[in-house]
């Protein structure tokens, strides 16, 4: 850490300065003054932990070159930075600069760079940027900026279209369509347009760009036909993706096409013919290639998987959600199975969601992600686990979730020390847990669900201390809860088994659960009452340490090494919530839940439960479990789904529910609870099923409460029976004092006969009522 600059000023004839990444968090106040050398001509500093504008820069007449990248500048761009009319290079990419851009920008007409990638700024961009005419590398990548992308083209063609060779407008919200004034940039090398609105066909002048290398359209409104026509010229195409918008690629069944492709990626086109384009034979410098839910049908022929360039670090195949059938006998060229020169090299394969059947394929030991899921494959896991054991397998991440696969998961795993992810959910498999997944020391997620396995969970498994998540829901595991699981886990599912016993206390050591379902089982005993020491349920996101962060916000990434290729891998977990089951992927790290419904638990519920305030689930339903709802359940203010129904739960609901603002599914029928439902929007929106089963009054109930007075504080039917006898008793001989007192007194009115017989009915009139009275209110 630098804490003075001080010493620069006397560096009178220093031309060229670089203090990339050095601290500068002490000194900043240095660069307010006239701390640099009149004669600068190249300034760096990149990622210097700068806050501050250094406004000792703006006296620097003769700088050609300014790098401010990757710092903490937090306003507008300031207005000195327009008087450096020297100025080549300008990057201030990766701040927090906001606002819009000024249209003395067109004062810089020497700018052969401009990179404002990475901030917040906004509006759109001024027809200024057409006095320009140097400019060759042009980046406003992830910003606010609006406007015709048309626009930014037609200033740019004013004077510098044979200049500019990179256009980086991707991840901003430009509109408009695509106008002829893009064909005229001849020397366009690099054109970024990717997840923004653009919309309407792609032009076929595209076709002209002949130096064109690398074009990502991706996550726009693009839509109609692309032909061979649009890329007639592209001889030098290099990457082409063009990734979720409404295309069509129609091409000739013996179209050579000119380029040859690194990276192609088409998810979500439509392909004319529906089938694998035979022209990607031609192609052999293949790395990355996706062709996801572009339709594609019949069988993946024989030449496919040869023309991957594997031996660069790298290769991405991603033919998922698509009608892909037959059998997949060699998902791997022969090569891909030979040890690599590069010990980086890593191969992925996505066939998810096709109608592939027959067995699992071999796959390359290179191999470090595959997934194989939702389609109908069969047979057994043992020739996939434990074919050529001798050979070390680099495989990370393995989907084979929602097959026919059955038998037992075979003893071998120890030949597998990568895998990360193991999905085998929803399956036919049978027998115990191995040993050997204690050799998986790396493993972080492992999803059993829906299968017939059986028997205890294996000690083995204490091993796997990285685990984040473990789901073994619905299958046929016995014996008692473990109290051996890792302090990692975010996410423990044991839903559906026959586990028994009472809930472990070491449970509570557990402090990164997110996710608790212990649901159906036949757990008995009491809720634990140390189940407040689950911070993290007690804890927004924002608060969590930064490795359960990286789990529950979803995304594990797994680099190649080779050309930046990456591929995000997204977590999912189920969970029952609002009465029914929900299987969470992108938003997974906003879920909190504890299930515990369907066992044999008594007791109380533990007040302590209500310290959990970012419980955004709560299940107790289905036991036995006495007393009161807890008076501070009106704490757990992010609860959305609550159920604590057939249960014996008595006494009145506490008020406190009323807090429950966020509440969107209640159930509390059948149980022993009394007197009025307290008031508030949710509580009343409810369906009368939500309260059944109790001897509740009040809305949305029909049975209606006595508003006049206070219901009375009883805990049980005998003591209110008691109460309106007593209380009932002394009205009843007060009326009739009354009515004795007055008879006597007034009695020798009776006498007189017209005065007997009006007084008779006027007294008879007086009894009624206050006989009346006594019974409505009873």
Same mark, same amino acid.
């Given at each position: 850490?630098? #804490?003075?600059?001080?010493?620069?000023?006397?560096?009178?004839?220093?031309?060229?300065?670089?203090?990339?990444?050095?601290?500068?968090?002490?000194?900043?106040?240095?660069?307010?003054?006239?701390?640099?050398?009149?004669?600068?001509?190249?300034?760096?500093? &990149?990622?210097?932990?700068?806050?501050?504008?250094?406004?000792?820069?703006?006296?620097?007449?003769?700088?050609?070159?300014?790098?401010?990248?990757?710092?903490?500048?937090?306003?507008?761009?300031?207005?000195?930075?327009?008087?450096?009319?020297?100025?080549?290079?300008?990057?201030?990419?990766?701040?927090?600069?906001?606002?819009?851009?000024?249209?003395?920008?067109?004062?810089?007409?020497?700018?052969?760079?401009?990179?404002?990638?990475?901030?917040?700024?906004?509006?759109?961009?001024?027809?200024?940027?057409?006095?320009? *005419?140097?400019?060759?590398?042009?980046?406003?990548?992830?910003?606010?900026?609006?406007?015709?992308?048309?626009?930014?083209?037609?200033?740019?063609?004013?004077?510098?279209?044979?200049?500019?060779?990179?256009?980086?407008?991707?991840?901003?919200?430009?509109?408009?369509?695509?106008?002829?004034?893009?064909?005229?940039?001849?020397?366009?090398?690099?054109?970024?347009?990717?997840?923004?609105?653009?919309?309407?066909?792609?032009?076929?002048?595209?076709?002209?760009?002949?130096?064109?290398?690398?074009?990502?359209?991706?996550?726009?409104?693009? #839509?109609?036909?692309?032909?061979?026509?649009?890329?007639?010229?592209?001889?030098?195409?290099?990457?082409?993706?063009?990734?979720?918008?409404?295309?069509?690629?129609?091409?000739?069944?013996?179209?050579? &096409?000119?380029?040859?492709?690194?990276?192609?990626?088409?998810?979500?086109?439509?392909?004319? &013919?529906?089938?694998?384009?035979?022209?990607?034979?031609?192609?052999?410098?293949?790395?990355?290639?996706?062709?996801?839910?572009?339709?594609?049908?019949?069988?993946?022929?024989?030449?496919?998987?040869?023309?991957?360039?594997?031996?660069?670090?790298?290769?991405?195949?991603?033919?998922?959600?698509?009608?892909?059938?037959? #059998?997949?006998?060699?998902?791997?060229?022969?090569?891909?199975?030979?040890?690599?020169?590069?010990?980086?090299?890593?191969?992925?394969?996505?066939?998810?969601?096709?109608?592939?059947?027959?067995?699992? &394929?071999?796959?390359?030991?290179?191999?470090?992600?595959?997934?194989?899921?939702?389609?109908?494959?069969?047979?057994?896991?043992?020739?996939?686990?434990?074919?050529?054991?001798?050979?070390?397998?680099?495989?990370?991440?393995?989907?084979?979730?929602?097959?026919?696969?059955?038998?037992?998961?075979?003893?071998?795993?120890?030949?597998?020390?990568?895998?990360?992810?193991?999905?085998?959910?929803?399956?036919?498999?049978?027998?115990?847990?191995?040993?050997?997944?204690?050799?998986?020391?790396?493993?972080?997620?492992?999803?059993?669900?829906?299968?017939?396995?059986?028997?205890?969970?294996?000690?083995?498994?204490?091993?796997?201390?990285?685990?984040?998540?473990?789901?073994?829901?619905?299958?046929?595991?016995?014996?008692?809860?473990?109290?051996?699981?890792?302090?990692?886990?975010?996410?423990?599912?044991?839903?559906?088994?026959?586990?028994?016993?009472?809930?472990?206390?070491?449970?509570?050591?557990?402090?990164?659960?997110?996710?608790?379902?212990?649901?159906?089982?036949?757990?008995?005993?009491?809720?634990?009452? *140390?189940?407040?020491?689950?911070?993290?349920?007690?804890?927004?996101?924002?608060?969590?340490?930064?490795?359960?962060?990286?789990?529950?916000?979803?995304?594990?990434?797994?680099?190649?090494?080779?050309?930046?290729?990456?591929?995000?891998?997204?977590?999912?977990?189920?969970?029952?919530?609002?009465?029914?089951?929900?299987?969470?992927?992108?938003?997974?790290?906003?879920?909190?839940?504890?299930?515990?419904?369907?066992?044999?638990?008594?007791?109380?519920?533990?007040?302590?439960?209500?310290?959990?305030?970012?419980?955004?689930?709560?299940?107790?339903?289905?036991?036995?479990?006495?007393?009161?709802?807890?008076?501070?359940?009106?704490?757990?203010?992010?609860?959305?789904?609550?159920?604590?129904?057939?249960?014996?739960?008595?006494?009145?609901?506490?008020?406190?529910?009323?807090?429950?603002?966020?509440?969107?599914?209640?159930?509390?029928?059948?149980?022993?609870?009394?007197?009025?439902?307290?008031?508030?929007?949710?509580?009343?929106?409810?369906?009368?099923?939500?309260?059944?089963?109790?001897?509740?009054?009040?809305?949305?109930?029909?049975?209606?409460?006595?508003?006049?007075?206070?219901?009375?504080?009883?805990?049980?039917?005998?003591?209110?029976?008691?109460?309106?006898?007593?209380?009932?008793?002394?009205?009843?001989?007060?009326?009739?004092?009354?009515?004795?007192?007055?008879?006597?007194?007034?009695?020798?009115?009776?006498?007189?006969?017209?005065?007997?017989?009006?007084?008779?009915?006027?007294?008879?009139?007086?009894?009624?009522?206050?006989?009346?009275?006594?019974?409505?209110?009873?």
């Amino acid at each position: 850490m630098v #804490e003075n600059l001080e010493w620069l000023s006397g560096l009178s004839l220093l031309k060229h300065l670089d203090m990339g990444s050095v601290d500068l968090t002490n000194a900043s106040h240095w660069l307010q003054v006239n701390t640099f050398p009149s004669l600068l001509v190249e300034l760096h500093l &990149p990622g210097c932990e700068l806050h501050h504008k250094p406004s000792g820069i703006a006296n620097l007449t003769s700088l050609k070159v300014l790098d401010l990248s990757d710092n903490y500048f937090n306003s507008t761009i300031p207005t000195w930075l327009y008087s450096l009319g020297h100025l080549e290079s300008l990057d201030l990419s990766y701040n927090a600069f906001h606002g819009e851009i000024s249209s003395s920008l067109g004062n810089l007409t020497a700018l052969v760079l401009l990179n404002l990638a990475g901030n917040q700024l906004k509006g759109e961009i001024p027809n200024s940027l057409g006095n320009l *005419c140097k400019l060759t590398y042009f980046v406003l990548w992830s910003n606010n900026f609006t406007g015709r992308v048309s626009e930014i083209f037609e200033s740019l063609s004013q004077c510098s279209s044979d200049q500019i060779a990179s256009l980086f407008l991707g991840f901003n919200s430009f509109s408009g369509h695509l106008s002829g004034k893009l064909g005229i940039f001849k020397n366009l090398s690099s054109l970024d347009l990717s997840y923004n609105s653009i919309s309407g066909p792609i032009p076929v002048f595209l076709g002209n760009l002949s130096r064109l290398q690398y074009c990502t359209i991706d996550h726009n409104s693009f #839509e109609g036909v692309v032909s061979e026509a649009h890329f007639s010229n592209l001889t030098r195409l290099d990457t082409f993706t063009a990734n979720e918008n409404s295309l069509t690629l129609k091409t000739n069944y013996d179209w050579v &096409p000119p380029f040859q492709l690194s990276e192609l990626s088409l998810g979500s086109w439509r392909l004319d &013919p529906s089938e694998l384009p035979t022209w990607l034979q031609s192609q052999n410098q293949l790395s990355v290639l996706n062709m996801s839910t572009t339709g594609i049908s019949g069988t993946i022929p024989t030449w496919f998987w040869n023309i991957f360039l594997h031996d660069w670090g790298g290769t991405l195949v991603d033919l998922s959600h698509n009608q892909l059938s037959g #059998e997949v006998p060699n998902i791997v060229s022969a090569n891909w199975l030979k040890p690599k020169q590069h010990s980086n090299s890593k191969i992925m394969i996505n066939l998810r969601s096709n109608r592939f059947n027959g067995s699992l &394929p071999f796959v390359s030991s290179a191999m470090s992600r595959l997934d194989l899921s939702n389609s109908s494959f069969s047979g057994t896991l043992s020739h996939f686990f434990c074919d050529r054991s001798d050979v070390p397998k680099d495989l990370q991440v393995l989907h084979l979730d929602n097959n026919f696969l059955v038998g037992e998961i075979p003893d071998c795993l120890l030949h597998w020390p990568n895998l990360i992810v193991v999905k085998l959910d929803d399956n036919y498999l049978t027998g115990k847990i191995p040993s050997s997944i204690g050799d998986l020391l790396s493993l972080q997620s492992l999803h059993l669900r829906n299968n017939n396995l059986s028997g205890e969970l294996h000690v083995s498994l204490q091993n796997c201390k990285e685990l984040l998540l473990l789901d073994l829901g619905g299958n046929k595991f016995v014996g008692s809860i473990p109290i051996w699981f890792g302090q990692s886990l975010v996410v423990l599912s044991l839903r559906s088994n026959k586990f028994h016993g009472s809930i472990p206390d070491e449970l509570c050591s557990l402090i990164k659960l997110r996710i608790l379902d212990l649901a159906h089982n036949n757990l008995s005993g009491a809720i634990p009452r *140390c189940f407040q020491h689950l911070s993290s349920m007690a804890t927004a996101t924002s608060d969590l340490d930064n490795r359960s962060t990286e789990f529950v916000t979803n995304f594990i990434l797994f680099s190649t090494g080779y050309n930046d290729i990456e591929e995000s891998y997204s977590e999912n977990a189920v969970s029952v919530t609002k009465g029914r089951e929900v299987e969470y992927n992108t938003i997974l790290g906003l879920v909190v839940s504890l299930d515990l419904s369907s066992n044999k638990l008594s007791g109380e519920i533990p007040e302590e439960l209500t310290s959990l305030i970012s419980l955004q689930t709560l299940n107790l339903s289905n036991n036995l479990l006495t007393g009161r709802i807890p008076s501070k359940i009106g704490d757990m203010g992010t609860l959305e789904s609550l159920d604590f129904s057939v249960n014996q739960l008595s006494g009145e609901i506490s008020p406190s529910i009323s807090n429950l603002t966020f509440l969107a599914y209640l159930n509390l029928s059948y149980n022993n609870l009394i007197g009025q439902i307290p008031k508030s929007t949710q509580l009343q929106s409810f369906d009368q099923s939500s309260y059944v089963g109790n001897k509740l009054c009040g809305l949305p109930l029909e049975e209606r409460c006595i508003t006049n007075e206070a219901m009375p504080h009883v805990g049980d039917e005998k003591h209110r029976e008691g109460y309106l006898l007593e209380d009932g008793g002394f009205y009843l001989s007060l009326g009739l004092g009354f009515a004795f007192g007055f008879w006597i007194v007034l009695g020798s009115l009776m006498s007189n006969v017209p005065w007997s017989n009006a007084f008779s009915q006027f007294q008879n009139s007086i009894v009624k009522k206050l006989y009346a009275a006594i019974v409505e209110r009873y």
